[in-house]
């Protein structure tokens, strides 16, 4: 990315944002106009009473929001431009650019499929060696496929240009004859999407090397449940106003029939959820809004209702952070046997793969709140107990697990009775 330098005067600019957002400018009306007929039709028909009217009020409602998903990021795209001159070809985004040189490409031209009854074109840019995937501006484009002949790579850029393709067409055979290919069909499925997974892990990666070990104090907080739990005040009123403007809407002053029927038993159905999940984040902002997990020089300490416990790092054999795409956790691998019913601790036990070999299944998992305490935990860590730490691992989405509630129960059943 280079932001000092732009384009020669006499480049070839097409605005590649404001393009895009105008084509898609008649999904606006959708978006705003589809709310406010679902609006007319629960309130003001005559058949407002009717179950079945929500059918089409919900179809109103999905398609303004899918009409919103598609227009949110040409919205955002709406300022970038594309410039060719003798340098290259240029993606311009405010005051960043970023520049592909014609000397660093194989070849380029114009993909193109028709899938359906539409036909979408991409703007191929093949480079000769090395590609930056990760670039701030133009990694989103980056496409790992099977190229035209062998002197071709497989990464490249690939740019979806829409209906435009007869001005880029025309861009790139002035400023580059030379490497032009032509426009060639493609699958209907080429498209391919951005490595999204793999950009956030290389850039995470190098973040992390670059950044220096925080300044840290006797004590790290590893997870505040407090903050966790004020979460659960903003969802739950939203969630029950929401469930009572469906029952309302669903069960009018009179009714009878079929359809009267079919209309009570769903507002039962959705009483019955929200008061479900309302009794499930009550429980949990209960067990998270006195909680409180820290660690010093001595271990990792636990408060809970009045109530403390702590794991000594002599009682470890490893300690590391494992994380996914939304969670990060601290792993506290014992040296010994795990006491699976100890009060507080019983609900962090988890039964997993151990990283190394010597690592027994059972560890303590912790989850790290705020995540951004992460690094701190990690200086903590190394700083009290570094011969036990291990480097974090990536672990697929839902890792965490869940504590043996119902092993739990029935353990102190059977110590209680025996």
């Excluded at 191929?124 to 133009?138: M, N």
Aim: charge should be positive; aromatic fraction near 12%.
């Amino acid at each position: 990315m280079i932001v000092d330098i732009q384009p020669a005067a006499d480049a070839t600019v097409l605005r590649y944002g404001l393009r895009r957002l105008l084509w898609a400018s008649p999904l606006l009306f959708v978006v705003l106009f589809g709310p406010f007929f679902a609006y007319m039709m629960m309130f003001t028909s005559p058949h407002s009473g009717d179950g079945f009217l929500w059918l089409p009020v919900g179809f109103f409602l999905v398609l303004s929001a899918v009409c919103g998903a598609i227009l949110v990021p040409r919205w955002r795209k709406r300022r970038a431009v594309t410039a060719f001159d003798a340098a290259g070809f240029w993606w311009i985004e405010g005051k960043r650019a970023a520049l592909v040189r014609w000397d660093s490409l194989a070849g380029v031209g114009i993909y193109w499929a028709r899938p359906g009854k539409t036909v979408v074109h991409t703007v191929e840019l093949c480079p000769k060696g090395e590609i930056d995937r990760d670039d701030p501006l133009l990694w989103s484009y980056v496409r790992d496929a099977a190229p035209l002949h062998p002197d071709l790579p497989r990464l490249r850029y690939r740019i979806d240009v829409g209906n435009f393709s007869v001005a880029y067409g025309k861009a790139l055979r002035q400023w580059a004859p030379e490497l032009w290919f032509g426009r060639q069909e493609q699958p209907d499925s080429y498209m391919g999407a951005p490595d999204r997974v793999g950009h956030r892990e290389r850039t995470a990666a190098v973040r992390e090397a670059a950044l220096q070990p925080p300044e840290i104090g006797d004590t790290v907080v590893v997870h505040e449940g407090r903050r966790l739990a004020r979460r659960g005040f903003l969802v739950l009123p939203i969630l029950t106003i929401l469930g009572a403007l469906a029952v309302w809407g669903l069960v009018p002053g009179h009714g009878h029939g079929v359809v009267a029927v079919v209309r009570y038993v769903i507002a039962a159905v959705i009483v019955l959820c929200v008061g479900w999940l309302a009794a499930i984040g009550v429980r949990n902002m209960r067990t998270k809004w006195n909680q409180r997990i820290t660690m010093d020089a001595t271990g990792v300490h636990w408060t809970q209702k009045g109530i403390g416990a702590t794991v000594p790092w002599s009682q470890l054999a490893a300690v590391g952070i494992q994380y996914s795409e939304h969670d990060h956790t601290l792993e506290l691998c014992p040296n010994g046997e795990v006491d699976r019913d100890a009060p507080v601790l019983w609900q962090f036990v988890r039964d997993a793969e151990p990283q190394q070999p010597g690592l027994p299944r059972l560890r303590y998992r912790i989850s790290v709140f705020p995540v951004s305490r992460r690094y701190a935990v990690a200086a903590g860590c190394r700083r009290w107990a570094p011969e036990l730490w291990f480097t974090g691992e990536r672990m697929a989405n839902g890792y965490m697990g869940r504590p043996d509630r119902k092993g739990h129960r029935q353990r102190l059943s059977a110590a209680q009775t025996g």
